[in-house]
C-alpha cells in the first residue's frame, strides 16, 4: 500500500477517541502486537517525555489504517523511546500492507532505524539477520511450564538451581520474593544498570532524565493490569537480584535486571528469573517476553517465538547509492564482505543508542567520541571506521546506512 495514503503526525495525547479504539481494535487483532510496547498506554507515557515523539497517523481514502510511533533525531527517525523500546512498528489496521517507505517519505525522512521490527513488515527494508522473541509459556501454569523446560532439555539446569536456591537460603538467609511496584528498587536498579554501562564501556542510557522519567512514569501507573513491576530476591535482608519489567495484559517483558556480584556462585538472577514466572503464573499472565535474540541464558528459561529484524528503511537516494558502491567493491570477497557488515551493525547500534538518548548535537558528539575511543581501544580493528562512522552519525546518517544487506 502506497498510493493514495496520507500521513499526518500529532502527539499520542492528541488521539482523538476514535483513533484511539482504533488502536486497540488494530492491536487486538494482530497477535504480533502483544507486547507492552505496542500497548497505547506504554506510548502514551513515552510520548510525554522522549524528546520529539510523535505518532503517525495513516489514512487511506480517509479511513485510519495504520499508526507509527516514532522520534526524530536530525533528519532520521527511531523507534518512540529508542533505545528503551526493544519491539516496534506499525500498529495497522489487519490485511493491510503499508510500505513504510512510503511512510517515511511522507515524514520527509531520509531513514527509519530499528532493532526489533515485528510482523510481516519486513519485507520492505533494508533487513540485517531476523532473530527471534524469547518467550516463555506460562499458558499452563508454572508446573506446566517447568514440565515444558524439562521437555526442551533443560532438566539439569533446573536441578542446579534448586541445589542453588537451597544453598543461598541455608548459607545467606532465607530467601523472600517480591514482584510489585517498587520506587525505592527501581532507584537502584537505574544507579546499578548505569555503573554496569559505564564498567562495559557501554552508552549510559540512563545519563539523560527522560529515559529515567519514563521508568518513574511506568512505575507509578496504577492500572492492574499495566505498567512497571520490580522483580525482588532477598536473602535474610540482603537484596540479591532485582529486574524491572514491563506488564501489559496477559504479556509481561522482561527488562532491566541486576543481580550482586557477591553472591554470583548462587546464580541469583536465574533464581529470581524463577520465581518471577511462577508468580507471573499465579496471577494469570499468559507469556513471559525476554526480548529479541536467543541468547544461551534465555534459552534456559524459553522457546523460540516470532522472528523480529534488526535493519532500516531509507528513503534518500545518496544512501542508496552508498550501499550500491560497498556491495560492488567487495562483491568478489566473501569475508571482507562479512568483515564490513559485522563492523558497521556494532558501530550502528552504538551510535543509533547515542543519537536517541542524546537529541542534541552536542550530546551527541560527546557521547560518541567517548563510547567509540572505548570501543577502538577494546577493538584497534575498529579504530579505523570510528572517524566515518562518527562522521556520517552526526550528519543524521548513521554507519549502518552503508551496511551490507
Known amino acids: 500500500m502506497g498510493a493514495g495514503i496520507s500521513v499526518e503526525t500529532r502527539r499520542a495525547s492528541e488521539l482523538d477517541p476514535q483513533a484511539r479504539a482504533l488502536w486497540a481494535q488494530f492491536r487486538d487483532g494482530d497477535p504480533a502486537l502483544s507486547s507492552p510496547y505496542f500497548d497505547l498506554r506504554y506510548v502514551l507515557a513515552a510520548s510525554t517525555v522522549a524528546p520529539h515523539a510523535q505518532v503517525a497517523v495513516i489514512r487511506q481514502g480517509g479511513e485510519i489504517v495504520g499508526f507509527l510511533p516514532f522520534q526524530r533525531r536530525g533528519g532520521a527517525i527511531q523507534p518512540m523511546a529508542a533505545p528503551l523500546t526493544d519491539y516496534h512498528g506499525l500498529i495497522a489496521k489487519p490485511g493491510a500492507e503499508i510500505d513504510l517507505k512510503v511512510v517515511l517519505e511522507h515524514l520527509q525522512a531520509r531513514r527509519f532505524r530499528f532493532g526489533g521490527l515485528v510482523g510481516g513488515q519486513a519485507r520492505t527494508v533494508n533487513a540485517a539477520a531476523p532473530k527471534p522473541a524469547m518467550i516463555a509459556d506460562l499458558t499452563g501454569g508454572y508446573e506446566a511450564y517447568l514440565e515444558g523446560r524439562r521437555a526442551a532439555g533443560q532438566g539439569g539446569f533446573l536441578k542446579d538451581k534448586r541445589r542453588r536456591q537451597r544453598q543461598l537460603a541455608e548459607q545467606v538467609g532465607p530467601l523472600s520474593f517480591t514482584l510489585s511496584a517498587d520506587p525505592d528498587m527501581l532507584e ?98 499468559a507469556y513471559a517476553d525476554f526480548g529479541p535474540g536467543a541468547e544461551d541464558y534465555k534459552r534456559a528459561f524459553a522457546d523460540e517465538g516470532d522472528e523480529v529484524v534488526e535493519g532500516d528503511v531509507t528513503a534518500d537516494p545518496l544512501v542508496e547509492g552508498l550501499r550500491d558502491l560497498v556491495r560492488q567493491s567487495v562483491a568478489g570477497s566473501p569475508r571482507l564482505h562479512d568483515h564490513l557488515r559485522a563492523l558497521y551493525q556494532r558501530l550502528d547500534r552504538r551510535l543509533d543508542r547515542i543519537a536517541a538518548c542524546e537529541p542534541g548535537l552536542n550530546g551527541q558528539i560527546t557521547a560518541a567520541g567517548r563510547s567509540l575511543g572505548h570501543l577502538g581501544r577494546r577493538r584497534p580493528g575498529i579504530r579505523a571506521g570510528v572517524g566515518f562512522g562518527l562522521g556520517l552519525s552526526l550528519a543524521g546518517v548513521t554507519a549502518g546506512l552503508i551496511l551490507l544487506d
Not at 493490569?225 to 535482608?237: E, H, I, S, W
Not at 501489559?248 to 546464580?267: E, Q, T
Open 188 to 285: 537502584m536498579i537505574i544507579a546499578d544498570k548505569r555503573a554496569q554501562m559505564r564498567r562495559t564501556g557501554q552508552h549510559d542510557v540512563f545519563s539523560t532524565p527522560w529515559t529515567q522519567d519514563l521508568l518513574r512514569r511506568l512505575n507509578d501507573d496504577t492500572d492492574p493490569d499495566f505498567g512497571l513491576r520490580v522483580a525482588v530476591l532477598r536473602a535474610g535482608d540482603k537484596v540479591v537480584a532485582a529486574e524491572a519489567g514491563l506488564l501489559s495484559g496477559p504479556v509481561y517483558h522482561l527488562w532491566f535486571p541486576i543481580y550482586d556480584p557477591d553472591f554470583a556462585r548462587y546464580s541469583p538472577g536465574a533464581l529470581m528469573t524463577l520465581e518471577t514466572l511462577r508468580v507471573l503464573a499465579e496471577q494469570g499472565v
